[in-house]
DNA sequence: CCGCTGAGTTGCAAAAATAAACCCACTCTC
DNA sequence: GAGAGTGGGTTTATTTTTGCAACTCAGCGG
């Protein structure tokens, strides 16, 4: 529980950020902030990783990752507060127990597959250690943005961001803002 | 530079790994674990999504994320050298530069898709922050595995793995593995 | 009873992160 | 042209986090 709240001074400096009108006020921290307050240290998204691949016991994530007992201890401790993991007992008398994926653990899946295809895509020179293939035909999966309403899949050029309602400071006259496609930028001109 | 070796030692306790037949001699790192090496500190990712966002300059993305200078600096440089982001300069003498995005830094924005969306899903009480819309629906979009050869979204039981080509252990009889579709476990047991 | 295993804790040295101060090459203002 | 300001860093302490080794504790096998 060593989450740093490290809260940003507020751009007192008014940063003459030549595409925003106005002020910066909103303190709500951006989702990916939140996100690494879990899982982003060095060994959370690995130890993920292992319960994915169903490697469930403390003793073969730590022989896998080479990972220090104590380290891995803090770190599920740290997961199953965050409900990221759950401990799950599967003999008493020791209490020994397996740690498995919640609901919201599992949902970590599609960021670890972003981040695996990262990797295989730059720095896998002989091909990717491990390829994910579609069940039916056999061929490797990728991932996309798709637009659930239009049934389609979105290429990057035809993403917007906007402020949404966890925003504090929507300003209407600012409300779409388009993605510059060039540089793929993800988020709006909003200090979310 | 201060990317930590950490070269697991190669399990000297002889684990007797339930699941895995014989040897575990595959070194190949991971693809998650080479790409955490470039981009899995407290800051890199916060770092690039200032950068996906607009901001190019050192002092904008010092005052929006709050961090030390001499880290920020260190991140910027390990970042440049991983060739995630490149340093163009925009006056000389003093020289000063931008911080721009390579072709393999912008393919992170996956990641930092899948990441906010987790985000969004579990942390956002009063709703996301930011949401990513489609440019001609203005709906919000959602990620998605699909297969480029069928044309045709995935679900996560759907999805199998097996070992890549660059996998250095690929034993030809244990070659497609099932994916536990309950757990949605995304890797195999290969040692990778 | 003796040693072994699995799953941790505890203690301590080494490494990394942080904050604050300092630096340098300019440019702007008077 | 002296003084202040700015962007982009280094340097230097201080605090935190790691990583390793040793220790614990409960049961098990012989």
Known sequence: MTIDHRERPATDLSAPNTSTSGDT????????????????????????????????????????LGIAKNLLSDRLSKLVTHDVLERVPYQDRPVRHDYRLTAKGADLSPALIALMGWGDRWYATQGAPTVLVHQSCGEPLEQAVRCPACDEIVSPGKIRSRPGPGNSSIRPSSDRQEIDSDRQEIDEDVDD
Do not use: K, P, Y
């Not at 899982?39 to 691949?53: A, E, P, T």
């Open 25 to 64: 006020t909103a303190m709500d921290r951006c989702s990916i902030e939140v996100t690494l307050d879990v899982i982003g240290d060095r060994w959370s998204l690995l130890v993920l990783r292992n319960v994915f691949r169903g490697r469930h016991r403390f003793s073969e994530i730590q022989a896998d």
